[in-house]
């Protein structure tokens, strides 16, 4: 059977083409998959059917009917800790290898699935998901129990007051100890998998660094996000030429020995949408990022 996907428009992403705001979400896949599923019907906006070419406006529910049912509760293959949990939200420290919610080709054994009847608001296909990481980023993010605890955090994200640090580890060395990225990203033409630097159909993107060690011709960097796009440190670092260790998609494949990216979302704060209180997460290097750190070091010292 078919399955039906809500997906809520936030107020970031008002005024997306409907075919590249469904790309975005990963929920479809390509803007071409999303094109076409639009025009066999499979999509509708607020109960109607749409064109391709539609903007997209804040608070708007989109419906797509999948060709394959995507709701499963399969857990997932690796484990994930919960670091805090309340009425309102949880804060999940994810592993490496974990996917956040369904997308094509990662159907079954997502974060979200995992944590059905724990999290909820919003979409059907991704209750409570406030923001994401990407299946091979490891660390901290925060997921909604209740819808109003998920717009309020959604919001906030868009005021960019919610604080999200990374730690990476780059090839590369900046003539500066401090940088800001800022260049719109969308779909590479060339390669709809990839994300590229783009001019036009593209979004918003401003990513912050701090370089805080130097080892030899690599850098260890603090990152933070003002905004949140598909792969977006990833690629803003790789345009710097301090592409991120160990990226098989933009960066230094294999390097350090690592099978995924050194990017570790190590810091997290926002202010409780209930008690307003400052909320500050932590967490540690896993295991393959601090082993390869420590092979750099060694590197650096020769």
């Keep these: 059977m078919s399955q039906p996907i809500e997906i809520v428009v936030t107020a970031d992403e008002a005024g997306e083409r409907l075919d590249q705001f469904l790309a975005s979400e990963e929920t479809i896949g390509s803007r071409a998959q999303a094109a076409k599923a639009i025009d066999r019907g499979q999509v509708l906006v607020e109960g109607r059917t749409a064109k391709k070419s539609d903007r997209v406006e804040a608070g708007q529910v989109v ?24 009425d309102d939200l949880l804060v999940v420290d994810k592993p490496a290898g974990l996917v956040v919610h369904p997308a094509p080709g990662n159907r079954s054994g997502t974060l979200s699935q995992a944590l059905a009847g724990r999290a909820g608001g919003g979409d059907s296909a991704r209750p409570g998901i406030v923001h994401r990481l990407d299946k091979e980023t490891s660390g901290l993010l925060v997921v909604a129990k209740n819808d109003r605890t998920l ?5 906030a994200l868009t005021r960019r007051e919610v604080r999200r640090q990374y730690t990476a580890l780059v090839r590369g060395r900046s003539d500066s100890q401090s940088g800001t990225v800022d260049a719109p990203l969308g779909r590479d033409r060339r390669n709809p998998e990839n994300i590229a630097i783009r001019d036009d159909s593209s979004r918003e993107a401003i990513t912050h660094f701090q370089v805080v060690e130097e ?6 960097l603090h990152v933070r996000l003002e905004t949140g796009r598909t792969h977006q440190i990833r690629v803003h670092l790789a345009a710097i030429d301090m592409p991120v260790c160990g990226d098989p998609q933009y960066g230094a494949k294999g390097d350090l ?15 409780h949408p209930t008690s307003e209180e400052l909320m500050v997460f932590g967490s540690r290097l896993p295991a393959d990022l601090a082993t390869a750190l420590e092979v750099a070091r060694a590197d650096s010292a020769r």
């Design 63 to 86: 419906v797509f009917t999948a060709d394959d049912a995507i709701a499963d509760t399969s857990q997932p293959a690796v484990e994930f800790s919960i670091d805090y949990e309340d």
């Design 151 to 155: 717009r309020s955090l959604q919001e």
């Design 215 to 220: 080892l030899g011709p690599r850098s260890l």
């Design 257 to 271: 020995g690592l099978d995924r990216q050194f990017l570790h979302a190590s810091e997290l704060s926002f202010h």
